[in-house]
């Protein structure tokens, strides 16, 4: 190894060391210990600090204290925070659910701990979840961190007038006023909101006001994790399932989900009666021919009618089976 080379790791060890003069309870695990003293790492590299100074520099401090962090939650640190997961007084996550009955493992939970950590996240509070195998900032997690960034004072958040249908998707404008060090600043910006079909006006103000914090977080710091996105799996007590959020958002998804457009259910799937023979003994369409069988009807590509079946013979499905062709 050059001696360039030798120095550059020497300042890493360094930088990444854990803080000695850091207050650690009498009796406290090596490994918690060790973590524990991490505080000035985390606080260096979160995205309130990096933006004061250089990208190059503020790259090679978060590369850096990713692997601190990552290396100081063992195993055994993991599992003294595992009783957190799937709580609103810890952190929530998607699984287990319907589609995968397994929780995150170890090493899931510990890549995304390391990224809520470095954001400036608590592990409690609910203020981050594990969606998709993902780090998600909640809402919780970003009122707190524009309550508690430096300079940051006079925060005011004006929600209009929400317009559209509930049921399916309502788009909110919000005017946010605030001081930076002293200097005013303004967002103006209207916000888009997935509904479903039991969804409230709160729901949706909710929702919508995570987003506009994550817009003023990003306008804040230059950050862009997490600012805004297309994963909507709110996991808030008032909207969703705590043990299985992905579920009630693919709920919703389906409920709100249309049609294409002229592709209409069979009468089976939908609940209706066909319509009545009329005097020829076919079924209705304009002049009195037969209609076509739906193109995705099971089978009517290739079925056969019945030996000695005669046309305007119109024979009679079994409950709940797709007639045939020539039934219809």
């Known amino acids: ?27 406290t695990h090596p490994e918690l210990a060790r973590l524990l003293g991490m505080t000035h790492i985390i606080k260096g590299a979160s995205p309130a600090e990096l933006v004061k100074i250089d990208a190059l520099e503020a790259a090679i401090r978060r590369a850096d204290a990713i692997v601190a ?7 055994d640190v993991m599992r003294r925070f595992y009783p957190l997961m799937n709580t609103s007084l810890g952190f929530r996550t998607d699984r287990p659910n319907k589609r995968n009955p397994k929780p995150y493992e170890v090493h899931e939970v ?63 404008p919000y005017s946010c006023v605030w001081r930076l060090d002293g200097v005013e600043q303004t967002l103006t910006a209207s916000i888009p909101v997935r509904g479903g079909e039991y969804s409230t006006i709160d729901q949706l103000l909710g929702k919508g006001d995570r987003k506009i914090k994550a817009r003023i977080w990003a306008k804040v710091t230059g950050s862009e994790v997490s600012a805004d996105g297309e994963v909507e799996i709110d996991v808030d007590p008032a909207g969703a399932d705590a043990s299985n959020p992905g579920a009630d958002r693919l709920a919703a998804l389906k409920q709100t989900k249309k049609p294409d457009a002229g592709t209409q259910p069979p009468p089976e799937a939908a609940g209706a009666k066909a319509p009545p023979a009329n005097a020829n003994g076919d079924h209705g369409g304009p002049g009195g021919h037969e209609k076509e069988p739906p193109a995705h009807a099971s089978g009517a590509a ?22 045939a062709p020539w039934e219809t």
Request: hydrophobic share 35%; proline share 10%; with cysteine.
């Open 1 to 27: 190894m050059t001696q360039a080379a030798t120095g550059i790791f020497a300042k890493k060890a360094e930088s990444t060391k854990p803080d000695a003069g850091a207050k650690v309870p009498a009796g």
């Open 69 to 75: 962090i990552r290396d100081a939650l063992t195993d």
């Open 110 to 172: 510990r890549v995304c701990m390391v990224e809520a950590l470095l954001m400036g996240l608590r592990l409690t509070d609910n203020e981050w979840n594990i969606i998709s195998d993902r780090c998600y900032v909640t809402r919780e997690g970003f009122t707190r961190l524009l309550k508690e960034h430096h300079g940051l004072t006079d925060l005011k958040i004006s929600p209009g007038i929400p317009s559209g249908d509930p049921s399916r998707g309502v788009v909110i």
């Open 302 to 323: 290739d079925a056969e009618p019945p030996p000695g079946w005669k046309p305007g013979e119109p024979t009679k499905a079994k409950p709940g089976e797709v007639p």
